[in-house]
């Protein structure tokens, strides 16, 4: 074996001292800043002379109102479950998962969170160890023997069976994350702008502006947008928007992302999704929502002075919900196709058959075919 000198013990023992404390510190450092960005579901009113709001939206304003007024029996959006979907006060742990990739992500990250748990005390025992068992003290004599072919095979071997076994499952939630969606995915397109998003649905001819809510207290960042905590539905403070992205829960979703200034990153935690945002790319993922609930994410990539100020907001409800959102921000169903399609016996009903007086008499002259007007438009 080999001797260690006490002026080498010495020095392994600062140095193993120095490296606990820096951990110990990073975890003291990491733990107030992670309670601090998990804001609490529940906010008072604000406090501070907000602006006033306009007596009547324009018809011009009507698109980028969002979802209809509850006083007019529009829609009412979902009131979040604190804790579900958003960050935990002094929360540690990534968030609980609701698709189906984060269920499958989760445990493996546990796994791997153990693993790297298990070699950092061994590795620390066996250091604490040799330090002490072959220090000079011990060993006035030091051992000759230069090379241990067993041991060498072993700590060769050990760990790359440890990676081999790390590769398997992680090469599978790879594949997973980036699955093609189906042909009958509903597919959304999220724009990131500086400082917002802008969230398009080709197929049903909707388009939604997401901007941060004014938070009370603080400099407003969007004027002219309400402040947080003034309706009953709003969630935590510097995640809630005036306009979320609605989706139908359990079915697959094509996102597609891209930038139109800088590049952004389109993240939602409790979802485990995240796709840049890129100028001139546009990048694909599925998405598919298990329960219905509000998901709160941020733009993940440094993207200006607002980074911080950039939320995304999904709220997931069931599909016959959905279609009215669609209705209501003068949107239709997809005709051929689509996770959608079982609604349009409700847009076929808009065009009744001809009645038997409507139709010509035999012999008579043909008479032009009038084109029924659409009830809605795209």
């Not at 998962?97 to 005390?121: D, E, K, L, N, T």
């Not at 790359?160 to 994350?177: D, R």
Request: hydrophobic share 45%; glycine share 8%; net charge neutral.
């Amino acid at each position: 074996m080999f001797t260690i000198t006490p002026h080498q013990s010495f020095s392994w023992a600062v140095r193993f001292l120095i490296v606990s404390l820096f951990a110990l510190a990073m975890i003291v450092a990491v733990k107030p800043v992670m309670a601090q960005d998990a804001a609490p579901a529940a906010k008072a009113q604000p406090t501070v002379s907000a602006p006033a709001a306009p007596a009547a939206a324009t018809p011009a304003a009507a698109k980028d109102a969002g979802p209809g007024n509850p006083d007019e029996g529009g829609w009412v959006p979902m009131t979040p479950t604190p804790g579900k979907g958003m960050p935990k006060p002094a929360g540690i742990d990534v968030q609980q998962q609701y698709s189906p990739v984060g269920r499958m992500a989760y445990p493996f990250h546990v796994a791997m969170m153990w693993i790297m748990g298990i070699i950092c005390v061994f590795v620390a025992a066996l250091l604490l160890w040799v330090m002490i068992r072959y220090r000079a003290g011990r060993n006035p004599v030091p051992s000759k023997t230069t090379h241990n072919t067993m041991l060498e095979v072993v700590w060769t071997l050990l760990p790359v069976l440890i990676l081999v076994g790390i590769a398997i499952p992680s090469i599978k939630l790879l594949a997973k994350q980036y699955e093609s969606p189906p042909k009958d995915a509903i597919t959304i397109k999220a724009t990131g702008y500086q400082w917002y998003w802008d969230y398009t649905y080709p197929d049903n001819g909707v388009e939604v502006v997401s901007k941060m809510l004014n938070v009370p207290g603080e400099p407003e960042i969007n004027a002219g947008t309400r402040y947080d905590g003034t309706k009953p539905w709003d969630g935590p403070n510097h995640l809630e928007v005036d306009n979320r992205l609605v989706v139908p829960v359990g079915v697959p979703l094509r996102i597609q992302t891209t930038g139109a200034d800088v590049i952004h990153s389109f993240a939602v935690p409790s979802l485990w999704f995240k796709l840049d945002a890129i100028p001139g790319r546009l990048n694909e993922r599925m998405l598919q929502i298990d329960e219905p609930g509000v998901y709160y994410g941020q733009c993940s990539e440094l993207c200006g002075a607002k980074h911080g100020f950039m939320p995304i907001a999904i709220e997931a409800v069931p599909m016959d919900k959905w279609r009215q959102w669609v209705a209501l921000q003068g949107g239709h169903m997809k005709k051929t196709g689509g996770s959608d399609a079982s609604a349009q016996p409700a847009d076929a009903a808009a065009a009744p058959e001809a009645t038997p007086s409507d139709k010509p008499a035999e012999g008579a002259a043909p008479v032009a075919p009038v084109t029924p007007t659409p009830a809605t438009t795209a």
